[in-house]
């Protein structure tokens, strides 16, 4: 009842259409969900009484506090008689969503056994796009527009954007769902709070990391292969915001993990490209130039291998010294320093956040864009290892959000962007392997989610509808003032 | 060219086996549309190193494909009829070389945004053929044992995380005789239920003894082949000019024997270790994704009644600093994080083992080694529940043996 209610509110609302409505509903039909009685009406009216509760809500806190589990709710009234009759188990608001479903997904999964493949794979395919607008619906909403949500200080006129990519491909399981929470502290306790949260982010182009991330910067699925070492077909963000802005070359940089992101700076595109795109940082690179002369190239193999997805891709590119003299001249930093320096971090990833914190205390670039990658060890099969790097991405993220603040330059007029470029296949999938891959093209590879931070987003709002990883680049464009023309994606209201 | 162009002598240079099937479905294969038959090409290309199970699939599918009347049948093919291919494909070597075929046609799918309209019709196909004839009756139900964290003395990540709400969670588990107990139990079934490639034994380090009528395979039984394919992929690797598409050729075209694999012993199996080399990602290097892999792999082809599954400790990650630093300490092993993999490698070897038929009645274990905790999955095993009632290892298996 209390679902359909919601779907007749939605529809009413034009938040969602009838379609979505029927659709919604039918997946709830299929789930497992199993009904539990109060042990007393009575009990429950009286519960009601004692804390002005509406029967109906009372019968949520009911049981709660007898199934042991936390309550997912932003309704301040429940969540008080939560506290007056001793149930301290509590999700903190912008997370009820997540919970929500990871509620959900709970059920599913402990309901599979003695499944038909075909029935565990129905199960498990949760429309998590109808699940998540329906189920948050009324308390992301009441969170947008209510007192709950922050205004955000008076924007500047002087804005940057860093945008960090949270890769290379990270799954809702092991980052916003329940298991997955403990991998993600930094995020969950420092930057969602201050942060709008978008839960469904849909990637619908090709899952491969480089030509994910060059849809993305430039807003439109390219199809170009994966593995080559080509520039994107359409106008890249850097192109849009340094031509129509009018910006020099050193206002946009992209530090990226390996030789395949040479081109992910400028486009192909006979109206913007050569000399309107990014500077294009790749450490590892320089790190193998900084280490070739005096070192044994093989002892470095593993830490410079360009690709964890495949072992067939080795484009080489040349002009090294070159590279690593512009390093020096930009950067301000000596061959030696640099490698001296890599000497003290343990992955790829923490030398690329090191170099793009060398080019925000330098040159300050108003839009830096930072791909990161150390996850994508999850090619390997080790899921410790996968694990692993994406609690080092969660940390990296959060200490370039501090860098962010603790730099003048930087300091109340930066948004921060951080979204993975996809997900990874889903365990229930016969098609693939889990988390090892991104190749069945489900839903759960496909669908991600995305966070915004800065002086002009609103703090603790989660948004649950459907936005597409191309829409971050006509996002930018509104933030900043210039026109992605030839991106398919728009803008994001909530963030723009 | 098209299906509609095939002759018997296509598949000449056809294994003996696939050669013969080949030419007996031939007027089928001729009706199939070109996005759907190379796919089913790939698997009858290897026929003669199939194992039972296998085969028996692919005569499933030429059943259900072979007696369905010209409506029924568009109706099956139409989707991926619909799917829109370029004359580069028509031109590839299709016949002989599916498995090149697959994965452009593949790149093609995802480039033109088809792949979810393949992935739709391919999982209907699938649903339909398997539906098409039940289910062969089993001699018993499956029998799934996992065994991890070997090595791991002290242990604090919550194990059975996934697992454990599928079954009982046994918190103190006698494990006298520990994995002996458990292989003894294998060879009992293999013994009472003698079916070819029915049971097998997959190990992370050194295989302990098995009797014959348990397939066996061990990481450390490959460390030969596994160096040689190393090799070799590390040559191409390095060459001056780089070609990934002859890379992918060389890959599949190598032979057992030359990885070194013993001409003259289990074909069939040769192959499938090959296979697992050159096919699975991560297998060549990590030991607990060698056997999660061969689990799944053994699981998915031979469809066995029982696999024991042992994870050991894989090599350890070395972390930046560490490889930059002037002097490399020895290769280490990392009891800890590959607990946690062996972790979710059961929880996946648990999931493929529910996707067979039989479901319903297969049961499972999975053992912390040398330590007290397990979680045992079965239709007689309440769900969810935790039981801290001592137990000995070997009732345990019992009851679900």
Redesign the interface.
């Known amino acids: 009842m209390k679902c359909a209610t919601a779907c007749r509110w939605g529809c009413d609302a034009r938040r969602i259409t009838r379609a979505d409505a029927q659709e919604f509903l039918q997946t709830i039909k299929s789930l497992p969900i199993r009904l539990s009685d109060p042990v007393s009406y009575d009990g429950l009216f009286s519960m009601a009484d004692r804390h002005g509760l509406t029967v109906y809500d009372a019968a949520y806190l009911d049981s709660a506090v007898r199934e042991g589990l936390p309550l997912a709710s932003l309704d301040n009234a429940l969540c008080k008689a939560a506290g007056k009759a001793g149930h301290k188990k509590r999700w903190p608001a912008p997370l009820c969503s997540i919970i929500a479903l990871k509620r959900l997904a709970y059920m599913h999964v402990s309901d599979l056994r003695g499944r038909k493949p075909h029935e565990i794979s129905q199960a498990i395919s949760l429309n998590r796009r109808n699940f998540l607008r329906t189920v948050t619906g009324a308390g992301s909403a009441a969170a947008f527009f209510g007192p709950a949500a922050l205004r955000g200080m008076a924007a500047s006129k002087n804005r940057k954007a860093v945008v960090v990519t949270f890769g290379g491909g990270a799954r809702d399981d092991e980052t916003f769902m329940p298991d997955g929470q403990e991998n993600i502290p930094h995020l969950l306790k420092e930057l969602v709070p201050q942060a709008t949260f978008l839960t469904n982010v849909v990637n619908k182009g090709i899952l491969g990391h480089y030509v994910a991330t060059a849809s993305i910067v430039t807003g439109v699925y390219e199809t170009f292969n994966n593995f080559a070492a080509v520039s994107p077909n359409n106008p890249t963000v850097f192109e849009y915001y340094r031509k129509d802005l009018k910006r020099p070359a050193t206002d946009a940089w992209v530090v990226a993990p390996s030789n395949g992101f040479a081109r992910i700076g400028e486009s192909g595109n006979k109206q913007y490209g050569p000399g309107l795109g990014a500077g294009v940082i790749l450490p590892k690179r320089l790190l193998s130039a900084a280490l070739s002369s005096a070192s044994d190239g093989a002892r470095y193999q593993h830490l410079l291998r360009d690709n964890y997805e495949t072992p067939l891709y080795a484009p080489s590119l040349a002009g090294r010294q070159i590279e690593l003299d512009q390093m020096a001249a930009v950067l301000k930093l000596s061959v030696d320093d640099f490698a001296a320096h890599a000497r003290n971090l343990v992955s790829p990833d923490e030398l690329s956040v090191y170099i793009a914190r060398q080019l925000m205390r330098q040159i300050s670039p108003s839009l830096l864009w930072i791909t990161l990658h150390d996850i994508d060890i999850a090619h390997s099969g080790t899921f410790s290892l996968y694990v692993d790097g994406i609690k080092r991405t969660d940390r990296l993220c959060a200490e370039l959000w501090q860098a962010i603040q603790k730099d003048p330059e930087y300091a109340n007029k930066t948004t921060m962007f951080i979204l993975p470029d996809f997900g990874r296949d889903s365990d229930i999938d016969s098609g693939g392997n889990g988390f090892q891959h991104h190749r069945t093209g489900d839903a759960v590879s496909r669908t991600t989610w995305m966070m915004a931070l800065g002086p002009d987003v609103k703090q603790n709002v989660v948004v649950d509808r459907r936005v597409e990883s191309t829409d971050l680049i006509p996002t930018l464009g509104a933030y900043f003032g210039f026109d992605a023309r030839l991106s398919t994606g728009k803008p994001i209201a909530e963030v723009a | 060219m098209l299906p509609n162009q095939l002759t018997p002598g296509s598949f000449s240079g056809y294994p003996r086996e696939a050669r013969q099937t080949a030419i007996q479905q031939i007027a089928l294969l001729q009706r199939l549309p070109l996005a759907f038959l190379p796919l089913l090409l790939r698997e009858l290309i290897v026929y003669d190193w199939k194992f039972p199970a296998e085969r028996a699939d692919l005569g499933r599918q030429f059943a259900y494909l072979g007696t369905l009347a010209a409506g029924p049948f568009q109706t099956a093919m139409s989707a991926f009829a619909q799917l829109k291919l370029t004359r580069d494909l028509e031109k590839t070597d299709w016949v002989n070389s599916p498995a090149i075929f697959s994965e452009q046609l593949s790149?093609h799918l995802?480039?033109?945004?088809q792949?979810?309209a393949f992935?739709a019709a391919?999982?209907d196909y699938v649903?339909k053929a398997s539906a098409s004839a039940p289910d062969p009756a089993l001699p018993t139900h499956r029998l799934g044992i996992a065994v991890i964290g070997q090595g791991v003395a002290k242990n604090d990540y919550r194990l059975f995380?996934?697992l454990g709400?599928?079954?009982v969670y046994f918190t103190q588990v006698k494990h006298v005789g520990g994995v002996e107990v458990l292989l003894k139990a294998a060879a009992a079934r293999a013994e009472a239920h003698p079916v070819p490639y029915g049971h097998w034994y997959i190990d992370g380090g050194a295989s302990l003894d098995v009797p014959k009528s348990v397939t066996r395979i061990s990481y450390d039984a490959l460390s030969a082949p596994r160096a040689t394919l190393q090799e070799r992929?590390q040559k191409t690797?390095e060459a001056a000019v780089?070609d990934?598409e002859a890379?992918?050729t060389m890959l599949a075209q190598i032979k057992p024997e030359e990885a070194g694999l013993h001409s003259g012993g289990d074909e069939v199996l040769n192959r499938f270790q090959l296979s697992l080399l050159t096919e699975?990602?991560?297998?060549q290097?990590?030991s607990?994704?060698f056997v999660?892999?061969a689990a799944?792999e053994a699981l998915r082809r031979a469809q066995p009644l029982t696999l024991v599954t042992r994870f050991a400790p894989?090599q350890r990650?070395?972390?930046?600093?560490e490889?930059?630093?002037e002097h490399?300490r020895k290769p280490e092993l990392?009891p800890?994080?590959?607990l946690?993999?062996a972790?979710?490698?059961a929880?996946?070897t648990w999931?493929?083992q529910?996707?067979l038929p039989g479901?319903?009645k297969s049961a499972f274990l999975a053992w912390f080694e040398d330590h007290d905790e397990a979680v045992a999955?079965a239709?007689t095993l309440e769900?969810?529940k935790r039981s801290d009632t001592p137990i000995d290892l070997a009732d345990l298996i019992a009851r679900l043996a």
């Not at chain 2, 995802?110 to 945004?113: F, G, L, P, R």
């Not at chain 2, 990650?317 to 600093?321: A, G, L, R, V």
């Open positions: 790149a995802w480039a033109t945004h792949i979810d992935r391919a999982v649903q995380r996934k709400p599928q079954g992929m690797y780089f990934p890379f992918r699975g990602s991560g297998t290097v990590f607990t994704t999660q892999w799944r894989r990650e070395k972390q930046m600093n490889l930059l630093a490399q990392d800890q994080g590959s946690i993999d972790d979710m490698g929880y996946y999931l493929n529910q996707r479901e319903e999955i239709p769900r969810g």
